[in-house]
């Protein structure tokens, strides 16, 4: 081999080799700036979910749940005697002829009620058949959007349809009338 053949072949492993070294390099700032934007977008994420989780904490419901007693019910002979029935009914917060109406549509109208207590002529009821009763009543006015208690019922002259109306968050929606049907609204 002559001296120029192995001159022009140095020269082209040279060439290629820094163009080698070039493309490394710049492969090396290409990642190193994909690096750094996804850094930015991980700071900018976690910005965000600091902002979201403030504006939550700042919003949120401070009301505590709905609790309430356990109902007391005494049989006598045929009779069964609420007797914890006005306590509830001051706990629910809803006007105590609603829950009323309500209750004597449950037992065919054999309701009276004496000395705040609710008392079922006619009828052995026990309290796990009341619990019963009284959580469907307040699945039925429990408001569908804010889930709290504080809601009255309205009934629409025209369409004679009963709506609820929640006093929190002033939401609307129908209630299924077959208990509410023969109420008394003012």
């Given at each position: 081999?002559?001296?120029?053949n ?5 020269n ?5 080799s ?9 492969n090396?700032?290409l ?16 910005k ?7 504006l939550?904490?700042?919003n ?5 749940k ?10 006598e ?28 549509a ?10 705040q ?9 026990k309290t796990t ?8 009543f307040?699945?039925?006015l429990?408001?569908?959007?804010c ?24 939401a609307?929606?129908?209630?299924e ?10």
């Open positions: 081999m002559d001296n120029n192995c001159f022009s072949l140095i082209n492993s040279r060439q290629t820094i163009n080698l070294l070039y493309q490394v390099e710049q090396v700032t990642i190193k700036n994909i690096e750094i934007q996804e850094q930015k977008n991980k700071e900018l994420y976690l965000s979910l600091e902002r979201i989780f403030s939550l904490q700042k949120q419901c401070s009301c505590p709905l609790q309430l007693e356990k109902p007391l019910v005494t049989i002979g045929y009779r069964s005697i609420w007797q914890n029935y006005s306590k509830i009914c001051e706990q629910i917060k809803i006007n105590s002829q609603v829950v009323d109406y309500y209750f004597s449950s037992f065919c109208h054999y309701v009276l009620i004496r000395n207590q609710l008392i079922i002529r006619g009828q052995r009821v058949h009341i619990l019963q009763l009284l959580q469907q307040l699945k039925q429990i408001c569908y959007q889930k709290r208690a504080d809601t009255n019922l309205v009934k629409d002259r025209k369409t004679k349809l009963i709506f609820k109306e929640c006093n929190v968050c002033k609307t929606c129908t209630v009338g077959s208990k509410f049907k023969y109420f008394r609204f003012p």
